[in-house]
């Protein structure tokens, strides 16, 4: 069995927090809790999780797909969640692991396509206020 080392633990900042801790079993099963916190009122966020298996050389050799976990801000209630989450990689060389290793970030809700269409529905009135 293999650890995360350390808590785990990343500051996003502006607040929002996030810690994923677990283990890797000997017939390649990740257990997985990753618990997601805001500390502020109303800065609610989503955030996501992976774990990174490396091998001796500090080489990546597997990755869990991102997990996402949101909370509200702290004046709304639901400003702290714990999930747990298990993933299998099933084509993971055992003998090769020598560390395993979370990341948390922000999951951005920036889609570029959302924008585009929102922006071809808005120029012929924006072209028509501005006399073009």
Request: net charge negative; proline share 3%.
């Amino acid at each position: 069995m293999w650890s995360i080392q350390g808590d785990g633990f990343t500051n996003l900042g502006d607040g929002h927090h996030m810690w994923t801790t677990g283990d890797l079993w000997d017939d390649r099963w990740l257990t997985l809790a990753t618990v997601t916190e805001s500390r502020t009122w109303f800065g609610g966020f989503t955030g996501e999780a992976s774990v990174v298996v490396f091998d001796g050389n500090r080489v990546p050799i597997a990755k869990t797909p991102v997990q996402r976990f949101g909370v509200n801000g702290t004046a709304f209630g639901g400003s702290h969640r714990r999930d747990e989450w298990r993933y299998q990689l099933v084509d993971l060389d055992l003998t090769r692991v020598s560390r395993i290793a979370p990341v948390n970030e922000w999951h951005l809700h920036f889609e570029l396509n959302k924008w585009i269409v929102l922006g071809q529905q808005v120029a012929p009135w924006v072209a028509a206020i501005i006399g073009i």
